[in-house]
């Protein structure tokens, strides 16, 4: 090369100048050949191959729907959904090609023209308004394979491999596809994937509904998705959205008098953020997820191919109702809203909390633990603790941001009270909506299936059902008298309302809550065959624990909701157990059937249908004239309902249970610590706190007609000796307990139930004499007087 340098130069002048040129181009001609070649080679990245390229795999979110295939939430590393092209709006499509390819149609992944242009106004004369030179095409291609530049021979290499690429998926895909591909992959603002998660977020709709100007407003926030974010910048977002109204305008996909039309509209979103913490049934969404991971891991296992919940598009059907899930939900939100003022102003001079509480609140923070590891002293810690931040706190009315200490955002939080709701099918055991909380991005604990916690007098319709199983009739009277038991280290359980005088019905016991009634009432049925029973229904109790304990009855045993709503199944439905449904089916992005849940089907029979039936009229005595009459009285609900209201002691916790024919449901109120509660039962009882969410999501039910199958619904007549085995008063003051009392002799006419109850009671008996010589006492359990009971 040297000498050939060396022989130009001896040339004359003129020639030199020629051969220079010459040798010169050849030069960068052989430069660019060897860029090309190496860019092909694969020396600044290897290229797809078209084989590849026909089979691009994108990250894609994994969705849960509800029922009737409404979205209910998304799990993902990045929020992108697909859609189809006909599933898109056309005016999405037009707006995306006057705005960013105008010659999409015309070249094959590469637009020279373009090229040109930019080169001469851009380059050449510095005039910016031209745009860039890229293709649908390439910036596809950009999203697909995103660029990693580190030097200027960098962008060049990425700018000629996107080239490349671009012109291969022109001979792989139509100009359709391209589009779809494109509008599937490309970012949104607010880490949003894909038109079909835009249209989700932005509009509350699906693409194919969008209208032009708000497919105006997606498209034109490509251009830099953060400055044109309509949510942040509404003003520049409406600015944009007018460009690219014009731009369509100018490629004859508008009028000039639409466009004009158009531009004059303010800009309004729908905006909709369904994420972990926001949208519909988050509590749930967070506990299936879970699941779901395990049956991946068991379809891997089967199949020998591994899915992954956040990036395989998965889509999972659950049962969840859309509808009554929203019904729940704003039920829960009303009264809670309400139930959380009252709270406030029961404590208005005194804080519902011990400082110890607080004490043991602030070391468990995250900004304690964090001031622990950098090893400040106590008085340091104080300060830091004690400084104001700005800080952004739940409250029933929104977010808000205020000032405050870390200190004080946790007396915030602590005076909340919280919730738990859930609804089932009684039948078939499916789920129908799962409310876990007040809020899920402030409370993770699902107070639906983590939290267990006394269930004061829910637990008492398992009692009575065991002594109906036992042959006790419901119109027995016991005596309303409170006994201390000696065998129990003299615990006297105690009504709520401080009575004890007078004989209450089995039936009058459970509907007015009557504690002494119902701790006679199992320990002459069983404490160890209530157990059974209730275990048998649905609910978990460690029965070598609790089996020498009566105070059972009263509620005493920790559950959670979940299982309390799944054994109330059981006296909805006739006597059999239900289990529990909720992810019915599980497919992959091609629609392929990965698990699909078996067909409910009637469990195993665990009470009578007489048993269940009996216990389907002595719970809608609790609502016609019991604890739960305010369902009709305040809140004017004519339902065929039954169920039964629950106060923990001290008004730790609110329950009210509800069965109707097709639908149970059970709702918890409480503060997520025991200590915090109401001081009044008569603020702080399940009728006051957690009965209003039911009625005001019944109420909810029986204005929509499609749940006329829920609102008209009726339990069976009962049978004309069931009649008269409920043909008695609540409540007499006189013992009718005798032989001559024609009550008992109804009941005692039939031998073989008589034969059953005398060897039962004889049995029971045996039991407690043994107890009573055997036993010391139960670590002081039964000492203090128990007042687990309602109104």
Known sequence: MMRIYKRILELPMKDRIKWGTILGLSTVLLVCVLFVVSVFAGVFGKLPTKKELANIDNQEASEVFA?????????????????????????????????????????????????????????????????????????????????????????????????????????????????????????????????????????????????????????????ANYSYNPRLFPEKSQHRRNVVLEQMEKAGFISITRCNELKTKKLKLNYQVIDNNNGLATYFRE??????????????????????????????????????????????????????????????????WTQEILDNEVQKSAHYQALLEKGLDETEMFKELNKELRIEVFTHEGTKEELLSPIDSIRHYLKFLNMGMMS?????????????????????????????RQVGSTFKPFVYATALESGIAPCKFISNESVAYEEYDNWKPANANGKDEGFYSLK????????????????????????????????QINKKKMQDSPSIALGTAELSLFDLVTAYCTFANGGYKVTPQYILSIEDED???????????????VISQNTAQLMQQMLKGVVERGTAQSLSSRYGLRNDLGGKTGTTQSNTDGWFMAISPNLVTGTWVGNDIPAIHFRSTALGQGAKTALPIFALYMKEINADPTFKNISYAKFPQPSE???????????????????????????MSNPELKYKRELQKEKRKQKREERKKNKKGLFGIFKKKDKNSDE
């Not at 849940?597 to 029979?605: F, N, S, V």
């Open 508 to 539: 009058g016991a459970l509907a007015n809550s009557v504690n002494t009634v119902s701790v006679k009432t199992i320990l002459e049925a069983g404490v160890p065959e209530t157990i059974d029973l209730a275990n048998e229904m649905g609910v």
């Open 591 to 605: 629609g392929n059937v990965l698990y699909e849940a078996p067909e409910a089907e009637k469990g195993e029979r």
């Open 67 to 223: 029922v009737g295939g409404e979205l209910l939430g998304r799990y993902y590393v990045q929020e992108r959904s697909h859609v189809a092209y006909e599933d898109i709006s056309p005016y999405v499509i037009e707006a995306l090609i006057a705005t960013e390819d105008s010659r999409f149609l015309e070249h094959e992944g590469v637009d020279y023209q373009s090229w040109l242009r930019v080169v001469f106004k851009t380059i050449l004369l510095g005039d910016r308004s031209s745009g860039g030179g890229s293709t649908l095409s390439q910036q596809l291609v950009k999203n697909l394979y995103p660029r990693d530049v580190s030097s200027s021979m960098d962008l060049l290499a990425h700018k000629l491999k996107e080239s490349i690429i671009a012109t291969r998926l022109e001979d792989i895909y139509s100009k359709n596809e391209i589009i779809t591909l494109y509008l599937n992959t490309v970012p949104f603002s607010d880490n949003t994937f894909g038109i079909k998660t835009a249209s989700h977020k932005f509009f509350s709709c699906e693409p194919k509904d969008l209208k032009i100007e708000e497919a105006a407003v997606l498209v034109g926030m490509l251009k």
């Open 721 to 747: 000796k069931q009649s008269e085995l409920l043909a008695c008063e609540d409540f007499l003051l006189e013992d009718p307990n005798d032989e001559g009392n024609v009550l008992t002799r109804i009941f």
């Open 287 to 352: 506990h299936i997820r879970k699941e779901l991971l395990d049956k991946l891991k068991d379809i891997e296992a089967k199949t020998g191919k591994s899915y992954n919940l956040y990036t395989d598009g998965l889509k999972i059907r659950t049962s969840i109702d859309y509808q009554l899930q929203t019904y729940a939900e704003s039920a829960m939100k009303k009264h809670m809203t309400e139930l959380q003022e009252i709270f406030n102003r029961h404590w208005k001079y005194k804080n519902p």
């Open 424 to 452: 089932m099918d009684p039948e078939t055991g499916y789920v129908k909506t799962w409310v876990g909380g007040i809020d899920h991005r402030h409370w993770k604990i699902d107070h639906v299936k983590q939290l267990k």
